[in-house]
């Protein structure tokens, strides 16, 4: 997948928090043009929506083509190319260091979100917007099942902890975070839709890469489709969310 298609699937993960990230954010009561440190930025999926509240927004990441494409996404221009674990950032810089859909990527999470800890405030917050558990999803029907074993599989080849969603909580408290909040994104089920599909089936072919001959994965992709646009298909994949303060 190229550059492009990884920020379309970023801009609809923002969208699936957008609401769980505007009521946090108000409801710390944060200050005025609150600096803000976006961790694990990617593509900038995140900057115009914490611009338009307000944030001034620095934004990291590790890939320097991410740093690159994030770049016109913030109005504030500001971004760093550096490593979550050891931040190039002095300590208590910012009202709020932030991460979407991360700390399941990271080899040291713990020690990402002690980083984080560091470069905020006294006062100021610690937020995890997006942590799934994949070890606990729900796929329905058998295809869906089949399709959601593969891809685990995939994930943690890829070096993801499917797990990740349900440590949040003592992570949180580990780090020496005071007042952690922990809870679940609701799900919400649609018309079906054949372009939400054909754009998660992308996501999902491009994770079956390798592990799954190709005639497997068009002939799961049309049982799928099919059991997509009849309504039968049931998808949940938990997804934690925390926060904490410094």
């Not at 492009?4 to 043009?33: E, M, S, V």
Request: glycine fraction near 8%.
């Amino acid at each position: 997948m190229k550059i492009y298609d990884w920020h379309a699937r970023y801009i609809l993960q923002a969208l699936w928090t957008a609401n769980l990230r505007r009521y946090l954010l108000a409801k710390i009561n944060l200050p005025h043009n609150p600096q803000v440190l976006d961790v694990g930025c990617g593509t900038g999926a995140l900057f115009p929506d914490l611009y338009r509240t307000g944030c001034i927004v620095t934004g990291l990441d590790y890939k320097f083509n991410h740093c690159n494409f994030a770049m016109p996404h913030n109005p504030e221009r500001m971004m760093l190319c550096a490593d979550a674990l050891t931040m190039p950032i002095q300590n208590g810089v910012y009202d709020v260091s932030l991460s979407h859909y991360f700390l399941m990527w990271v080899k040291n999470p713990l020690k990402a979100i002690t980083e984080m800890r560091r470069v905020t405030k006294p006062g100021g917050y610690v937020m995890a917007f997006a942590e799934p558990d994949y070890s606990a999803r729900i796929d329905y029907p058998d295809i869906f099942k089949k399709i959601g074993i593969v891809q685990n599989r995939s994930l943690q080849f890829q070096g993801v902890d499917l797990e990740m969603g349900r440590q949040l909580s003592w992570m949180f408290r580990q780090a020496g975070l005071n007042q952690v909040q922990v809870g679940l994104l609701a799900g919400e089920w649609k018309e079906p839709n054949l372009e939400v599909f054909l754009h998660e089936w992308e996501i999902i072919a491009h994770d079956m890469g390798g592990l799954v001959p190709i005639e497997d994965i068009l002939a799961m992709k049309e049982e799928g489709q099919a059991a997509w646009l009849s309504g039968q298909a049931t998808v949940f994949i938990p997804t934690f969310y925390a926060y904490g303060m410094v």
